[in-house]
């Protein structure tokens, strides 16, 4: 009986959550070719008719992410929108992904540099799109030029968006309400490095 394409995605699916969740627990290196066909429920002679190679996965499960963070127009205008009301918006909905994707994050941040270049790059490209979203809102809130400074910043301040609400859940009980004190914690930080920039 032939897979149908539902099923097909389906397979597919699967395959990326479980090598999610491995690479997210043992770490990108530490896992064998082996050990992830074993994880996935495949023998490891076939485990290239699922996936193109290990690195490709990666990439992948990385290009998901920025994919999903680039998908909604942060950065257009809703009727009488202020840019600091966008810029809110994109620092709540980044951080509301987190609850959907912590793993995705996860390994964005600690294992992109397994990468090879080609694969490195194409998550760079994704990063940079993003990251001129936040610099051009970050300028628009500060009415000031876009300089060397605000785009290093901006840059330092997605990683701070990825990295924040992992800080928070590290073996400790988290806040009552998580989302509102790290959202607090960003913005206090934006607007003392806008201060310092100008």
């Known amino acids: 009986m032939p897979v149908s394409v539902h099923q097909t995605i389906g ?10 969740e491995l690479f997210a627990e043992r770490g990108f290196a530490s896992v064998g070719i082996r050990e992830l066909a074993a994880h996935l429920g495949i023998a490891a002679g076939s485990i290239y008719y699922h996936i193109e190679n290990k690195q490709a996965l990666l990439c992948e499960l990385i290009e998901d992410l920025y994919e999903t963070l680039l998908m909604e127009p942060q950065i257009k205008p809703r009727s009488g929108e202020s840019a600091t009301l966008r810029l809110q918006r994109l620092l709540k909905r980044h951080l509301k992904l987190h ?7 996860l390994i964005a941040e600690r294992e992109i540099h397994y990468l090879e270049p080609q694969h490195r790059q194409t998550i760079a490209q994704l990063r940079t799109r993003y990251e001129q979203q936040l610099l051009t809102l970050l300028a628009e809130v500060a009415h000031i030029e876009i300089s060397h400074e605000l785009r290093s910043f901006a840059s330092s301040c997605v990683s701070l968006l990825n990295n924040m609400p992992l800080w928070l859940t ?29």
């Open 11 to 20: 397979l597919h699916e699967e395959t990326r959550r479980k090598a999610l």
């Open 99 to 105: 609850a959907s994707k912590s793993l995705y994050f």
């Open 170 to 198: 590290q073996g400790q009980p988290g806040p009552a309400k998580p989302q509102a004190l790290l959202f607090d914690m960003v913005q206090s930080f934006i607007s003392v490095a806008i201060r310092n920039i100008k």
